[in-house]
């Protein structure tokens, strides 16, 4: 007897997200969820509401992108159309330390200004995690979310950006923090080890932390505690949190940063021997080999909270003492900040935001060789100019690192980016976030089909294991990222050859241009979340379809 559906995908080959090889069959949806996969759905064709012609067409399970920083963006732009116009279905978000939740109210005004709102503003109509999760349940939204607390967000709570660590009373507030965002859903705990106020905390501190989300059975996910010359001592000191805390550990975009490629190997065998004695570990990374920040990011940690004419005046004041202190690298920075430390100005571009005016399109090294003064001199002069408020692009890893960690039978795929309100697309606010608009097409069109500049990494059922069910299935999902009857119906019909990404890796080959790295990708035909259309013949039709998943639920 026919299976009742709503919709039917027909006639697509299948790749089932498990790693299975592809078939050639048709998909039932019934009230959210996959009801028939294979001859049972092909019966359904007939009655069905809706069916979706998928000959020659790819059906995967909707991307599960593991790291992302779309806490905000959600709020911003709740149809998320970004997102899914790449096929992603489910974002984590409050990766590295960043959650917008807890807040205190002492502290309130530095919690909210941790978030850009590229015009968008956001009312923080919360305290709790529990609260912030209720106001985006109330706002609806177009991607199922799975929500992180981080480490940056309870100290920030409980300490604010005192370099110090905290009392037992204050440890104790922290715990509390952690266990009441658990309690709310949380699917863990994440680090962000290299950015204030998180890098004030010891492992100590942390652990203590990842104890809690231990009880519930959570995750442990870490922007580790440096990522270049002391990368290996920061992975031993991940995974050693997870084993001490007993909790399972992520270890976040793990592919070393420049002033530490070669150390690569050292990093895998880490990866490899804790998963051997035992440690349940498991490793993400993106595509891209830049990423887009403040040029003032790239300073020490403790300047990050103050405001322009605080900034200006250090500079003024303390500027051989700032540049000592990033080269000696004392408290571990950011990846990027790997080329300040070694002088790599040629690789750092000032791009069209924040006051850049003519300065855009240059790099460091440019500016630094028609000014005739040193590449500090120059990465100063530009900050003080703007007065701090100057994007750069850095382009900080090499393709080569990044190609041999997503070969790497342990890591899953993720965009390491965000929802984006519309309006940013267009220039409106033109910031450089090519990876929150192509990252997964990207991967799609240069490691599975191939280009000229890069030949095939991963067969298409690898690379699609790596985006769906490894994420899903770590997260405890197990009714995400496969195709199998019973699942949600989380779904993206893909025209392979077709899959272009119009937005990573183009700069700097090609003109800067304050649109183009937020053109959405070609050949992402359909994508339903919840077993709704959400993307249909490649435009968005702005459902809020998504749910704000939790832990355990």
Not at 85 to 98: D, F, K, R, S
Not at 208 to 216: M, P
Not at 290 to 302: I, V
Not at 355 to 367: E, H, M, N, V, Y
Request: charged share 20%; aromatic share 6%.
């Amino acid at each position: 007897m026919p299976v009742r559906t709503d919709l039917v995908i027909a006639g697509g080959s299948i790749v089932d997200g498990a790693g299975a090889p592809a078939f050639d069959g048709d998909i039932a949806v019934r009230e959210g969820r996959i009801v028939a996969v294979g001859p049972e759905a092909s019966h359904a064709v007939g009655t069905a509401a809706r069916v979706i012609d998928a000959r020659g067409r790819t059906v995967t399970p909707g991307f599960v992108d593991i790291h992302t920083h779309s806490d905000i963006g959600v709020l911003q732009d709740p149809t998320a159309a970004n997102a899914l116009l790449q096929g992603a279905t489910t974002h984590v978000t409050g990766n590295c330390g960043e959650s917008p939740a807890p807040i205190d109210e002492g502290t309130r005004e530095l919690a909210e200004a941790a978030w850009p709102d590229y015009g968008h503003p956001v009312e923080y109509a919360w305290s709790t995690f529990a609260d912030y999760l209720a106001v985006v349940e109330r706002a609806g939204v177009g991607i199922n979310v799975a929500p992180l607390v981080g480490h940056g967000a309870v100290r920030l709570a409980v300490l604010g950006y005192e370099q110090r660590p905290p009392n037992p009373d204050e440890l104790e507030a922290m715990r509390a923090h952690v266990n009441e965002a658990m309690g709310a859903g949380a699917f863990g705990l994440s680090t962000g080890l290299v950015y204030p106020p998180g890098c004030f905390g010891d492992t100590d501190e942390v652990v203590a932390l990842a104890e809690v989300v231990a009880r519930y059975g959570g995750l442990y996910a870490s922007h580790i505690r440096g990522e270049r010359e002391t990368v290996v001592e920061a992975v031993r000191e991940c995974l050693a949190i997870g084993e001490r805390a007993g909790c399972r550990v992520q270890v976040s975009h793990n592919a070393p940063k420049w002033g530490g490629s070669h150390l690569l190997p050292e990093v895998m065998a880490l990866w490899e021997t804790a998963r051997e004695r035992g440690l349940d570990v498991g490793v993400d990374n993106d595509a891209h080999t830049d990423f887009a920040w403040g040029l003032r990011k790239g300073l020490p940690q403790w300047t990050h909270e103050l405001g322009p004419e605080d900034l200006l005046a250090l500079l003024g004041s303390k500027r051989d003492a700032i540049i000592d202190e990033v080269v000696r690298d004392e408290r571990p920075a950011y990846g990027p900040v790997g080329l300040l430390k070694h002088g790599a100005w040629d690789r750092i571009w000032v791009l069209p935001a924040g006051a850049a005016g003519s300065l855009a399109g240059r790099t460091i090294d440019s500016i630094a060789q028609e000014r005739r003064i040193d590449g500090w001199s120059a990465y100063l002069a530009v900050i003080v100019e703007t007065r701090g408020s100057a994007w750069g692009l850095f382009d900080y890893i090499e393709e080569s690192v990044v190609r041999a960690v997503a070969a790497h039978p342990m890591v899953m795929y993720c965009s390491d980016g965000w929802v984006l309100p519309r309006g940013v697309e267009r220039g409106r606010r033109p910031v450089y976030m090519p990876c929150s608009y192509g990252e997964f097409p990207g991967m799609l069109e240069r490691w599975v089909v191939g280009t000229p500049d890069s030949p095939p990494l991963v067969d298409l059922e690898t690379a699609i294991r790596k985006m769906t069910w490894m994420p899903a299935s770590r997260l405890g999902l197990r009714d995400r990222g496969r195709i199998i009857e019973g699942a949600m119906a989380d779904l993206v019909v893909l025209d392979l050859p077709n899959v272009h990404d119009r937005a990573t890796n183009r700069f700097p080959h090609d003109p800067i241009d304050a649109n183009y790295p937020h053109a959405s990708p070609s050949g992402i035909d359909w994508v339903l979340v919840n077993g709704v259309v959400a993307v249909d013949h490649g435009s968005t039709t702005g459902v809020l379809a998504g749910r704000v998943l939790r832990h355990g639920a």
